[in-house]
């Protein structure tokens, strides 16, 4: 009986801290408490891919994809997109609360190069190494939906899928009102230390625009090897290769 009584408290321990298996659906964390420890760690290498469709018939309109690392006093990031007669390439280096862009921008075969440089803090600097807006909306409540339904799995690593709909409505740079009527993600992440690994986002809007973006995040050696690839992008940026 002692026996029993011990496995059956190791079995609750296990499951009141987060996994099981791959059938336990408990978890502490948050949604919020995700966002939170992305937002805060340090150094951190990220990449991505996204594609803007038309939600009617399923045409791709635009894609983009891209790589960042973020320490604690550099950021360094690139990103290539492209639609149906144009391409941009762009490079961002942060360093010192000094930021710095170089873009190559292609339409109809002919290339402009483009360069700035502005003064700005950490903050900022981190906001722009990659897109955050999608993963805001997903596990903050910064924007509100008329429904949030959230369900965990867990293996080696737990997947939080979190489906949103309905959103307020938002206002686009012409000021015509538009929403977000569904949003899916899943984030799969470390439940001993709450680090994210990968986030898959799907939404569609009332502007008949859908929106896939994958995220894949890095740590310890990899964010150096990410910074080397960086690098060599940029050289070819700067050289005015497109």
């Keep these: 009986m002692k026996k029993l009584l ?4 190791v079995l609750l321990t296990l499951i009141v801290a ?12 948050s949604r919020s408490d995700l966002y939170s420890k992305l937002k805060n760690e340090t150094t951190l290498a990220v990449t991505w891919s996204m594609e803007l469709l038309n939600s009617t018939n399923g045409d791709v309109l635009a894609r983009s994809n891209g790589k960042a690392v973020v320490y604690p006093n550099l950021i360094i990031s690139y990103r290539e997109s492209r639609g149906n007669n144009w391409l941009s ?4 280096t942060w360093k010192d609360n000094h930021g710095k862009l170089i873009m ?10 483009f360069e700035d440089s502005k003064e700005f803090n950490v903050t900022i600097a981190r ?6 807006g999608e993963l ?4 903050l409540d910064n924007l509100k939906f008329n429904s949030t339904r959230v369900k965990t799995s867990c293996n080696d ?3 939080l899928n979190i489906v949103r709909e309905r959103s307020q409505v938002l206002f686009n740079a012409r000021g015509e009102a538009w929403s977000i009527i569904y949003m899916e993600g899943n984030v799969t992440f470390n439940p001993d230390n709450w680090e994210i690994s ?17 995220y894949q995040f890095y740590r310890e050696g990899e964010v150096d090897k990410l910074k080397e690839e960086i690098e060599k992008a940029g050289e070819e940026i700067a050289k005015g290769n497109s």
């Design 6 to 9: 011990l496995v059956s408290a």
């Design 18 to 29: 987060g996994c099981i298996g791959g059938t336990t659906t408990e978890t502490k964390v």
């Design 89 to 92: 390439k762009s490079l961002i």
């Design 104 to 113: 190559l921008m292609t339409i109809d075969n002919q290339t402009k190069k």
């Design 127 to 132: 906001m722009m190494a990659f897109p955050r």
């Design 136 to 139: 805001e909306m997903l596990l």
């Design 157 to 159: 690593k737990c997947t």
């Design 198 to 214: 990968q986030v898959v986002i799907f939404m569609k809007t009332s502007e008949d625009l859908a929106e896939r973006i994958t």
